[in-house]
């Protein structure tokens, strides 16, 4: 007895010797293996506080910090002036070298942008992480307005209008959940609908994106709560003309509370989501070209990404940027069902990817 006591000491002593050693060793530089940039370090010292997701934030000079989800408040914290500095834990990666590691930062406001600490973060990462001016306004209207409770979408158009789309509603008699098929564009500084139109299919859970010429593209939709259809459909929105269209292509991929971003050709790249019945959709990278209405496969994440727990509304900031020689980087998102967890074997919650199209 004691001696089997003592071989499980000796065990817990290894293991955690291990675990200390791998923390430590993550604060000076290492290569990053493959395309898959491993953040358990990151969740090592910061555990899993203040959601599932992690995001990151692009540096002028192309670097990448990623963060844990309770970073993102204390960052709409300085954004918005209520606080003057933040000090946390990042994970810092650069895609020239491929090199990744931990580190301290202070965090500052620099006149409209953010300065992690002698590095200032992109304007488009700004908007990206809805950190510049508008977007509390937008959100806070978009989770108490009558016709967009829930799983609504929310993209700025130009200056401080933005555009809302779908989500759920209480249904005329009080009760259940209704699904306006419904765009509302929002002022943000008189804090006010200056008009709502009706679009083609119903949204839930889904992803708006603003393209090169100004319209809005909303894909993804969770199945439980739309039909077949509008859960694949592509619509293109023009806000200016209170009108939409359905594009000729459908998404290949039935996936809620995906994310996405554009390519150096203007193109959509449509990257994770969830609610598929099929492992085959889960890791689908897809290209949509709107000017020829086309939807095609382009790549193969080598883990699924999904955003949302089920029960959750609203999917949060998009987590896909792009990189120079068609490539992309993808975060957050975990396997939520055990049988994709075994099948990857690997577990996305920590993890980021690098992702190449094919050409």
């Not at 499980?8 to 002593?13: F, G, R, T």
């Not at 994106?209 to 993804?220: A, H, R, W």
């Not at 039909?227 to 594009?247: C, K, P, Q």
Request: hydrophobic share 40%; aromatic share 10%.
């Amino acid at each position: 007895m004691q001696k089997s006591f003592v071989r499980l000491a000796v065990v817990v002593l290894t293991l955690g010797a291990g675990i200390l050693a791998y923390g430590v060793s993550m604060f000076y530089e290492q290569k990053v293996q493959g395309n898959v940039i491993d953040l358990a370090g990151l969740y090592l010292y910061r555990g899993r506080e203040g959601g599932l997701y992690p995001n990151f934030i692009q540096m002028t000079d192309g670097t990448v910090l990623f963060f844990v989800p309770v970073v993102q408040t204390e960052l709409d914290a300085l954004a918005r002036g209520q606080k003057s500095s933040y000090t946390g834990l990042f994970q810092v990666f650069s895609p020239d070298r491929k090199t990744s590691k931990l580190t301290v930062l202070t965090v500052k406001k620099n006149g409209s942008t953010l300065q992690f600490g002698a590095m200032l973060a992109k304007d488009s990462e700004m908007e990206r992480l809805m950190l510049t001016p508008g977007w509390y306004e937008a959100r806070l209207f978009s989770v108490s307005y009558p016709e967009c409770v829930g799983g609504s979408s929310i993209i700025r158009l130009h200056h401080g209008l933005f555009l809302i789309t779908g989500g759920t509603a209480q249904d005329n008699s009080g009760i259940g959940a209704a699904f306006p098929q419904t765009a509302t564009v929002f002022d943000s500084v008189s804090r006010r609908a200056v008009k709502t139109f009706k679009l083609q299919h119903r949204w839930h859970c889904h992803l708006s994106l603003l393209l090169p010429d100004g319209k809005v593209l909303l894909v993804g939709g969770h199945p439980k709560y739309l039909n077949m259809e509008s859960n694949t459909a592509v619509e293109i929105v023009d806000a200016e003309h209170s009108f939409s269209r359905t594009l000729n292509c459908k998404a290949i991929a039935y996936s809620a509370n995906p994310t996405a971003c554009l390519d150096d050709r203007g193109n959509v790249i449509l990257l994770g989501g969830s609610g598929s019945e099929h492992f085959s959709d889960y890791p689908v990278v897809e290209l949509i070209d709107v000017r020829l209405g086309e939807c095609r496969k382009v790549a193969t994440l080598k883990v699924p990404r999904h955003f949302c727990e089920p029960g959750h509304s609203g999917p949060g900031p998009l987590n896909s940027i792009s990189l120079p020689s068609r490539k992309f980087l993808i975060s957050g998102g975990r396997a939520y069902r055990s049988d994709l967890f075994h099948l990857y074997g690997l577990d996305n919650l920590t993890s980021a990817e690098i992702v190449t199209l094919a050409q």
